[in-house]
């Protein structure tokens, strides 16, 4: 079993910065795609980026590009989301995934809690 831990969200102003950390408990981290994916209310959760097991592939809706990086550490079992330019329309409940290398959340087996970010106009 996975747990994932979120951390790093909060509320700034458009054109500010945030950093989320996924850490995951185990020792199978490094098998797994990383994925970030965030839920607004009265919308489906939707695929922010993700990024392989291995050879540290990409890759990112195209809303976010330019803006995100998508980053992992195996050393330390733990994902990360650098959010830069921040918008309004970037605010929702952010949540980091194990799984295949997918956009469809479908493919991905443990979830975090999420963690809110609100980006203030």
């Known amino acids: 079993q996975v747990r994932l831990v979120e951390s790093g969200g909060g509320s700034v102003q458009a054109g500010g910065s945030l950093r989320l950390s996924c850490e995951a408990s185990g020792r199978t981290f490094s098998y797994y795609t990383v994925g970030w994916f965030r839920q607004t209310p009265g919308k489906d959760r939707e695929f922010v980026a993700r990024?392989?097991?291995?050879?540290?592939?990409?890759t990112s809706t195209d809303s976010i590009q330019g803006r995100f990086a998508i980053s992992r550490d195996n050393a330390k079992n733990t994902g990360y989301l650098q959010m830069n330019s921040l918008k309004p329309e970037d605010t929702g409940v952010y949540y980091c995934a194990l799984g295949s290398y997918s956009v469809r959340s479908e493919s991905y087996t443990y979830w975090g809690q999420g963690t809110q970010v609100t980006v203030s106009s």
């Open positions: 990024i392989s097991p291995s050879d540290g592939a990409t």
